[in-house]
């Protein structure tokens, strides 16, 4: 949970409008460039191709504190509302969930957290145990587990475990007596290991006790188990007054490093096997793909081989690219796992700025990270704590749905109201036409994302309007192998006019459909009609030949003289910068892998000792020969070594003619990024 991070991004949205306001005062642009700019804006052609398809889509989800702590004993008419809206079909239909295995704070430490944020752990002490006491607990003692803990969290697992396809526990914190600080709001100092070394056998049998418990009590099976949440951060600390007492630090985190964090993983997976539970270890939860791929890139090849599945918030969005790259090259499925912001300026259930925000949020983390699925920090969040004085003078807009963590048991729908801002509505666009079976596909608009139906017979497009002005959206269908005579396009459209309002359905002439969206919009198109992928939508054609050019070197990857090496060159149509596809393997779309030839030497790229280089052809499948190839959509690749999961690059970031062609981890730089073009000789 990356609430902590709230100043962050209400200050990035402050400092992106200053500066936007700034640039204005200084250089506004001409009355015709201006013009210009609103033409572009006011149509786009948006081409979604079913070549480059994503694994199944899993769904979509929720963390389930502190919401679910905060009111998994309210009247039961708020309870059942509040149910509908996340995970009913008119809702946000929300399939998957993750629990939160609570640390919780020792029995004499008084409850300092936010409402909802003090967690019960799944610990009993004993009668008189203080914080300093730390050496009572044994994961083997059935008298030191309290199987009824979590009451109100439990509440929402059992009413909602029909509606949910993957459970998910979570640690945020280990209980007080793991910790260096002896409080579950981390340590005294934020940027040191909070778990105790020697605790950490114990907080692996904890996590693994804890789900094995939830699992029997609830009747449910925990597919994926995460020891952390954003571990490897300055956010989680706690500071102590006058008298002793907490004064910061709101709600349970703890700071735990790249080296504390693979030996919890090692302790993990024995613990799961001897708790007799078969979930899989999923890691890291950091705040944002950069420090996850620090952490990554850290951990041995054994510890990356106990993690089943890669999660990662965006609460920062640089670098999304990498981290998914880097689950290409392990082979793993990837989740965005947790996100929420405000995206705009004081609370409102009107404004549409923090609906298309999330809109854009949700497109962009489609459209880079491809993950396989997403997943809300919490949707609902304190109608106190977000309103005007609250956390901030104006107020927020986190969460889609807002009501007060402070309602009694005696209170009512009236006493203790919900609200919607626009952000559920928008959601909503996505969570009811991209649906778990779907496969998310490569498009050429940075403002939209696309799927194929589960079924194969049909494509489900969303599309963010921002601007102020309505614009023509044209969907080209002309990627799918077909394209019935009778196909629709049918358009359902959130705005200030409406919410999830649906539109006529629009005939597709030539292959092409084209519908005028509201200005502030979120528009979800059903594409009925069309299946297949077109002969010519793949990116190689067997026996065709490409030039690779760098992004930023604009220079094509050539044979050097030795004819092994790879370097820079102007592009002169030699066949030592001409590539063929050789073959293709493994999984098709977004994973699968190709194998390039240079025809002039009858060899093939590969990669030894971290260098790439042409070889001749074996005839044998070897890893070292096999790339995989991820875009965003915009027209550049990069190219993954499956052995390695390095990728080709130039060295240094040269750009001079010569300079090497190389391998590195992913990093997201623009000399990491290639096109891809044909240059087959045409007859």
Known sequence: MARRTR?????????????????????????????????????????????????????????????????????????????KLLFGDDGLALNIARYNIGGGNAPDVKDYLRAGGAVEGWWKA?????????????????????????????????????????????????????????????????????????????????MAGATKRLEKAEGIKVDTVDPFNEPNTNYWGTKLGADGLPTGGRQEGAHIGPALQQKVLAALAPALKKAKVRSGISAMDET????????????????????????????????????????????????????????????SFTDMRPGLGLAQQIVDDLRELEPKAWVFWQPVEDYDNMK????????????????????????????????????????????????????????????????????????????VNSTTAARDVTIDLSKFRTA????????????????????????????KATYTVPAQSVTSFAV???????????????????????????????????????????????????????ARHGKKGARQRFVFANPAEGKRLAVRDNVPVVEPDTGKRDPATEWIMSTTGDGTWTLINAATGRL????????????????????????????VTDVTARK
């Open 528 to 582: 009925k009609g069309v299946s297949g992928v077109a002969k010519n939508a793949g990116l190689f054609s067997k026996g065709h030949s490409y030039t690779l050019t760098g992004v930023q070197s604009g220079k094509a990857v050539t044979v050097a003289a030795n004819g092994t090496s790879l370097v820079l060159g102007s592009a002169n149509g030699t066949v030592a910068q001409n590539w063929q596809l050789d």
């Open 288 to 347: 944002n793909p950069s420090i996850f791929a620090n952490n990554w890139n850290s951990y041995s090849q054994d510890s990356k081989d106990l993690v089943d599945q890669m999660n990662v918030h965006t609460y920062g969005t640089g670098q999304r690219t990498t981290v998914r790259d880097l689950a290409k090259a392990a082979d793993k499925p990837l989740w965005m796992s947790e996100v929420e912001g405000d995206w705009g300026d004081g609370q």
């Open 648 to 675: 080709l690059e130039v060295g240094g970031q040269a750009t001079n003619e010569g300079a090497a062609v190389t391998t590195w981890m992913a990093n997201s730089g623009s000399n990491q990024r290639w096109r």
């Open 7 to 83: 100043t962050r991004h209400l200050l990035g949205v402050v400092g992106i409008t200053a500066l936007a306001t700034s640039a204005a005062l200084v250089s506004a642009p001409s009355p015709d460039a201006q013009a210009a700019v609103e033409a572009a804006a006011s149509s786009v052609t948006v081409t979604p191709d079913p070549s480059y398809s994503q694994e199944k889509f899993e769904g979509w989800g929720t963390s389930l504190v502190w919401f679910a702590n905060a009111t998994g004993d309210y009247p039961p008419a708020v309870r059942e509302k509040l149910a």
């Open 126 to 206: 004993p009668v008189g145990t203080t914080r300093t006491d730390t050496d009572w607990w044994s994961a083997d003692d059935p008298a030191d587990w309290n199987p009824k803990a979590d009451k109100t969290q439990r509440w929402w697992v059992d009413r909602i475990k029909k509606d949910i396809t993957h459970w998910e526990t979570f640690s945020n914190s280990p209980p007080w007596f793991m910790t260096e600080s002896g409080y579950v709001s981390g340590g005294f100092d934020a940027n040191t290991d909070q778990l105790k070394a020697d605790s950490v056998d114990d907080f692996a049998a904890y």
């Open 388 to 463: 005007p004085g609250g956390e901030s003078a104006k107020g927020g807009n986190w969460g889609s749905v807002q009501l007060s963590f402070s309602c009694k048991k005696t209170d009512t729908l009236a006493s203790c109201p919900i609200y919607t801002n626009t952000k559920f509505d928008t959601a909503r666009n996505f969570t009811h036409f991209i649906k778990p079976g779907d496969k998310l596909i490569k498009v050429d608009d940075t403002s939209s994302a696309a799927a194929v139906t589960k079924d194969g017979k049909g494509v489900s497009l969303v599309h």
């Open 484 to 511: 019935k005579g009778n196909a629709t396009v049918t358009p359902t459209v959130t705005s200030a006019d409406g919410k999830l309002k649906q539109q006529a359905p629009v005939k597709v002439v030539g292959g």
